[in-house]
């Protein structure tokens, strides 16, 4: 169909492109993996968090490999129009909350590569012994190290956060206003 053309019943009932639901469904996953990683492993006996942990490095920066990718992809090619139903203050909370989650998921897995950087004082990170990411180069002395680990925890916190009201408003639009949205990227929602 072409989006060019404002059909109105065409606009209501398109969906964001079979790469950007194959991302946003990635990400996604990856995303909850790592948060879930991060804390089931906290009280459990070093080697095993450290295994856990080892795979949240790799996987956390493949979420930024992946999102930047995302990022230059989105940049270069505009979205479905929103679902005209939506009111201004909907449309304009779902924009921030976009964009705030493009924000973190590159924030959140370079502060925690920025902290487990200076916490080894400069060693690699392993990508699942595949090969292995340089350390960034930042300081080693205890502030910073400090520094990279609050805004790691804090920044994680607020993606959760946001996680809880992104999917708050999924699920108003599906069951409340009944408008399609989630069927714009849950490829076989009718
Ligand atoms: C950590 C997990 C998630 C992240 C980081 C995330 C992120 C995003 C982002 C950035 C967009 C905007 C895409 C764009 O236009 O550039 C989006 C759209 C969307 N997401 Fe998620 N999402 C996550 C999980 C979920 C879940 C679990 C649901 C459903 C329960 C969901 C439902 C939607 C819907 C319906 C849209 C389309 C909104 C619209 O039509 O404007 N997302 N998501
Ligand atoms: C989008 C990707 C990522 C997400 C969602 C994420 C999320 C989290 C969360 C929620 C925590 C628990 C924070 C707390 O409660 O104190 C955590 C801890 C941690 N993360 Fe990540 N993270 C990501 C990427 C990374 C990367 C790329 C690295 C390193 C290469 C990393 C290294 C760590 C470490 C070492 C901890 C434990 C910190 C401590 O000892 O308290 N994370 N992460």
Excluded: C
Excluded at 12 to 39: D, E, F, K, P
Excluded at 104 to 122: E, I, N, R, Y
């Amino acid at each position: 169909m072409d989006m060019d053309t404002i059909d109105p019943a065409a606009a209501s009932t398109a969906r964001y492109s079979r790469g950007a639901i194959l991302m946003h469904w990635l990400i996604a996953l990856l995303i909850i993996g790592n948060v879930l990683g991060a804390w089931v492993s906290e009280d459990m006996p070093k080697p095993d968090r450290a295994a856990i942990m080892g795979l949240h490095k790799a996987f956390g920066i493949t979420i930024l490999l992946l999102t930047i990718a995302r990022i230059v992809w989105r940049l270069m090619h505009r979205p479905p129009p929103m679902v005209e139903t939506l009111k201004a203050w909907e449309a304009a909370l779902a924009r921030v909350t976009h964009w705030l989650f493009y924000i973190l998921m590159l924030a959140l897995p370079l502060t925690g590569w920025a902290f487990v950087s200076g916490a080894s004082q400069g060693k690699p990170v392993s990508m699942f012994g595949l090969f292995n990411m340089p350390a960034l180069p930042v300081g080693f002395d205890k502030a910073t190290v400090g520094t990279f680990k609050d805004l790691h925890g804090t920044l994680g916190t607020l993606i959760v956060a946001l996680f809880v009201l992104h999917v708050a408003g999924a699920l108003k639009h599906q069951f409340l206003d009944r408008d399609g949205t989630l069927r714009r990227i849950v490829p076989f929602l009718k």
